[in-house]
């Protein structure tokens, strides 16, 4: 049966939020870094999941050799306002750092930085040191890659393909029934957490014949009145989270036992516990209670 059979987009009350005007403002993707700069540049130095704060900021840097650390990438990502920004990976952890310094764990940063714009900045920078990681060589002939000096790509010179970072696309949906929400664990989750359901677009899928059939797939339920949410951008592994909100329309919980341990309807009077506030899944549930009380 065709999937459009099922739902229904609702164009007039779609809305986009958390667009940041700031961001567009402020930060400007840049291929090549400037000769010289008088004003330290934002160095975000990664090892592993793990990022490098300074007094619970990101650290400013002329040099990365100021910190006697041997990068194993550097890539270049362009200007926040007027300050230069590199990302880098290191392939080896200093047993001793500068006073203020430490590595945190990529989700604890946005929590310490509490700043949505340096959290993109960070999702931009982790994702573009996996890219260039993993095209170091052609996957098409082997032989190995150079950076493009035009745009964001990798070249091979020898069969001459051309290598974007690539863009992983997750749905997530928050289905509502009277003042319940549907809320299912899966095995990977932290004990006790419930979130909203999620799953990879497949090739060739629109997003909203994804999120019917991950619904499907994973609860067995149908749903109505598909709406747009929100997205945002996750640094593991450079994916890009849909955020949508649909209603229930009919069918009885059915999990896939290899993707979801549990689901459940919870009143939002009576909420299990719930992913960190960094996520989309938790903003969207978030929101969702707010307009409804």
Same mark, same amino acid.
């Given at each position: 049966?065709? #999937? ?46 793990? #990022? ?60 310490? #930085? ?5 959290? /993109? ?6 994702? #573009? ?83 019917? /059939? ?12 598909? /709406? ?66």
């Amino acid at each position: 049966m065709d #999937l459009t059979t099922f739902i229904v987009i609702d164009t007039l009350n779609m809305r986009v939020q958390n667009i940041s005007p700031i961001m567009t403002k402020l930060f400007t993707s840049q291929l090549h870094p400037p000769t010289s700069f008088t004003e330290a540049a934002f160095w975000f130095i990664f090892y592993g999941d793990e #990022l490098l704060l300074k007094n619970n900021s990101i650290p400013r840097l002329f040099t990365i050799n100021e910190l006697n650390l041997i990068s194993e990438r550097e890539i270049y990502l362009g200007v926040y306002g007027a300050i230069p920004c590199f990302s880098v990976e290191i392939n080896q952890k200093p047993t001793v750092l500068p006073p203020g310094m430490e590595f945190q764990h990529v989700r604890q940063s946005h929590e310490i #930085l509490e700043d949505d714009e340096l959290f /993109r900045l960070i999702t931009r920078a982790k994702q #573009l040191v996996h890219w260039d990681k993993s095209t170091q060589f052609c996957g098409y002939c082997g032989h190995k890659t150079q950076a493009s000096i035009t745009e964001r790509a990798k070249i091979c010179p020898v069969c001459h393909s051309l290598i974007f970072p690539q863009i992983a696309p997750v749905m997530l949906v928050l289905i509502w029934r009277d003042d319940e929400i549907l809320l299912a664990r899966s095995p990977h989750f932290l004990p006790g957490v419930y979130s909203i359901l999620a799953g990879y677009v497949e090739p060739g899928e629109m997003l909203e014949h994804t999120v019917v /059939r991950e619904v499907q797939e994973e609860v067995g339920l149908t749903i109505k009145n598909l /709406r747009y949410f929100s997205s945002q951008p996750w640094p593991f592994q450079s994916n890009l989270m849909l955020g949508f909100i649909a209603e229930y329309s009919h069918g009885e919980i059915q999990i896939d036992a290899i993707e979801i341990e549990d689901a459940q309807w919870f009143s939002i009077k009576k909420l299990p516990q719930l992913p960190k506030p960094i996520s989309l899944s938790r903003q969207m549930i978030d929101q969702y209670l707010a307009m409804y009380r």
